[in-house]
């Protein structure tokens, strides 16, 4: 089954804690992409991956790491979580290209940060 | 001004009921357009895609106007099923310049 998987759905944390957030898909996509939403704003784009070991930030990118070390892989790290990162993450991965292809998301991560 | 905007709503409609969910953007050299689907805060998933021609997927249709800088997107025969928040999302032109809306939620009651 095509799919974007996370890990975990849910973390409660503590600031300052190191975390990882993995993200993996099984389509061979070489787009990969990381959301926060938050009520009343939407998904915002945190990062982006275009392939291995190519990355950007997108619109909200302070406070985020992320790496791209296998086609499959896009974790999003955070370094020293603060409350104000307390979203619901959403990775997401696609076809490339510069038109419209629909993104395929995983199930979301709820993090809250304590 | 936002660069995607959307009524919040709730838009609370009967069964069977015709609804419509306008979306304004704020980048005329955006390129493609999108309405995506999330329940109750899962992933959300495509519905479908906008065409400058506008297209139809069932009780479902999409339109877009350039000119305006606004696109549509029109339930008929409204299902309780079709509960659920919805989507505008603007490729802003770019490579990955995605921009969603905040989303619309519909409410359909028996």
């Known amino acids: 089954e095509a799919q974007v998987t996370q890990n975990p759905r849910y973390l409660i944390t503590v600031t300052g804690k190191k975390l990882t957030v993995t993200c993996s898909q099984n389509?061979?996509?070489?787009?990969m992409s990381w959301y926060r939403q938050d009520p009343g704003l939407g998904l915002r784009q945190i990062y982006y991956s275009m392939n291995v070991e190519v990355t950007d930030k997108g619109d909200v990118p302070e406070g985020y790491k992320v790496s791209r070390k296998e086609k499959r892989n896009f974790p999003l790290i955070l370094e020293s979580p603060s409350p104000n990162q307390t979203s619901l993450y959403f990775c997401a991965s696609r076809v490339p290209g510069t038109g419209g292809y629909e993104q395929y998301f995983g199930p979301g991560t709820r993090l809250t940060v304590t | 001004r936002k660069e995607v905007e959307q009524d919040p709503g709730p838009f609370n409609v009967p069964e069977g009921a015709t609804v419509a969910f306008n979306c304004t953007y704020s980048n005329s050299a955006s390129q493609s357009f999108f309405w995506y689907r999330q329940d109750c805060r899962k992933e959300p998933k495509l519905l479908m895609s906008?065409?400058?021609s506008g297209n139809e997927d069932g009780r479902f249709t999409a339109q877009l106007n350039r000119a305006s800088q606004y696109i549509s997107l029109l339930i008929r025969d409204s299902k309780l099923s079709d509960s659920a928040t919805y989507l505008c999302v603007v490729n802003r032109g770019g490579y990955q310049k995605v921009t969603f809306g905040t989303g619309t939620k519909l409410q359909v009651i028996p």
């Open positions: 906008v065409y400058s």
């Open positions: 389509m061979n996509h070489e787009y």
